[in-house]
């Protein structure tokens, strides 16, 4: 693979060159899983989704040019799949299985083009949202956040010259060496790149995924991002997001409905996909509730991934649940992802080797973290906390809660009237810097 001198692309770039929407197999995995059983289950369901700044310190308004952005979303309702890219996710084998996307899906993406936007200012932020049919406004999520991340580090190193260009980015590859040689020590190590969504930019995520590759061999098991793992010949990892419990639940009629939303999801899950894709995300409205809830079906699938809640003390409660349901959790897995960096992989792989099977996916820490590497100074490079959310389904509001509040979404309403229903167990206000 031929490696990219990134200071001389970033100096010589302009969005012609290098859009920051290549293709739109530059998502995460998880995106295509959901949206093939989108079309299949509520193909007549309409989504907004918004993006959501939870860094409010960082004006995007301010540092990202409008007509920049423009720009680079108007490109992005340009791009379509080509046609290698479709033969290769018709053919290939995901997870074990083979044909994992039907023929009408791959019918549906290859005329598929991203639906149109509604972008304002207020306050120094874009209020950016998307309105249409849910499978189509879906499919923003991945390239907005890029574009946005993009653009802001973009615009962070305009004022360089080609040396300060050069040192941020020797220091950005060496800080990253050094995260991967300490990753070494840890020899059962299972970890995958889940860093497409707030990246630096695509060139960098391309060199991560590189570097991984030829630092930690097979222990690197594959990347979220469809279009690198084609490339790098990766596995593409991915299962599930909250916005299938969410739109779920704003769907429902009732709080009865509500309160099962997130079980009626995995039932459905669990038709379409099978074998390790059963992989629960218990965190939309909160992990304890989730747990005391949960049919006993739950405790025989693959896994869990605790998102919102801290490692150690999320796989702790999970633990206990499968053991109170007679499951050993040698046979289990949990899947760690929520802002972590090497410190965190390592306690978390310390704390629970040999008690449950284990990976990791590393997200803006491995593919964002130009912390003190710009000889320029200041933190326009440091990574935001930045989102994009379902809001609305069919005009009804929808609502994350998250077990930590800093963040939870939806109307203020809406999440008391959550609250009621879920209640407030096992949620604590925890800062959230990426």
Known sequence: MVMTDIATRVWNHGWRLDPVVRSLLDTDFYKLLMVQMIRETRPDVRATFAVINRTRTVRLADVIDEGELRAQLDHARTVSFAKQELIWLAGNSFYGVDRMFSPAFVDWLAAFRLPEYELTVRDGQYELRFEGPWAETSMWEIPALAILNELRARAALKGHGRFALDVTYARAKARLWDKVERLRDLPDLVLSDFGTRRRHGFLWQRWCVEALQEGLGD???GTSNVLLAMQAGLEAIGTNAHELP?????LAPDDAGVAAAPYRVLEEWRRHYGGNLLVVLPDAFGTTRFLADAPDWVADWTGFRPDSMPAIEG??????WWQARGRDPRTK???FSDGMDVDSITRTYRHFHGRVRMSFGWGTNLTNDFRDCDPLGG??????SLVCKVIEADGRPAVKLSDNPSKATGDPAEVARYLRIFGDGGRVDRSVAV
């Open 379 to 384: 933190t326009a490079l440091e990574p935001i």
């Open 333 to 335: 897995l949990l899947i």
């Open 246 to 250: 969410m739109v779920e639940a704003a």
């Open 219 to 221: 222990r690197f098991i």
């Open 315 to 320: 796989g702790e409660q999970i633990i206990a």
